[in-house]
């Protein structure tokens, strides 16, 4: 049978899946917006991760150094699981080339180039981006010019670079 200790080594994992099962239940059945799911399983799966972590450090381990390596590179080891992730959710919804994939597949008889820019007009996606951090407050329109509103989107960026920059060594998606 295995140890409690073996089994704390999953951690991660299992705070990936009630991450992703979280999400699934707020995108789909509460409604949330994609990000706002996103948060939501994030939130839900770091506290599972932390609480074991505290669960293992009070109730079963003795308190060492050891003990916190291991809470430090599962916290670690779930935080790379979530940017992946997300990171995938992202692709499936945002990717240009997945969503052409889909579209022609959608379509029986193929679609010509014509077709294709009229589904994918850059102006009319760079106003759909627009128009949805707008609605979400993320950025404001004042005399003409837009500006950020709530920072949410921003902090996230700065997350994302910061993974990106911890993981990848890359301080943006150019180089």
Do not use: W
């Not at 014509?114 to 329109?141: A, F, P, T």
């Amino acid at each position: 049978m295995l140890s409690l200790s073996y089994l704390y080594a999953f951690t991660p994992l299992i705070g990936l899946l009630l991450n992703v099962f979280a999400q699934l239940i707020g995108f789909r059945y509460i409604k949330f917006s994609l990000l706002k799911s996103l948060i939501l399983g994030f939130i839900i799966g770091l506290l599972f991760v932390f609480g074991a972590g505290f669960y293992g450090y009070f109730a079963l381990a003795q308190p060492s150094g050891e003990f916190m390596t291991l809470f430090i590179v599962n916290s670690l080891t779930y935080l790379a699981l979530s940017y992946c992730y997300a990171h995938f959710i992202n692709l499936g919804e945002g990717a240009r080339r997945i969503r052409i994939i889909r579209e022609l597949y959608k379509s029986e008889t193929g679609l010509t180039m014509g077709e294709l820019l009229k589904i994918y007009n850059g102006r009319q996606m760079v106003e759909n981006r627009i128009n949805r951090l707008m609605s979400g407050g993320q950025i404001i329109l004042r005399d003409n010019r837009y500006f950020i509103g709530k920072p949410h989107m921003l902090l996230i960026s700065r997350i994302i670079l910061l993974m990106k920059m911890l993981l990848l060594g890359k301080r943006s998606e150019f180089e």
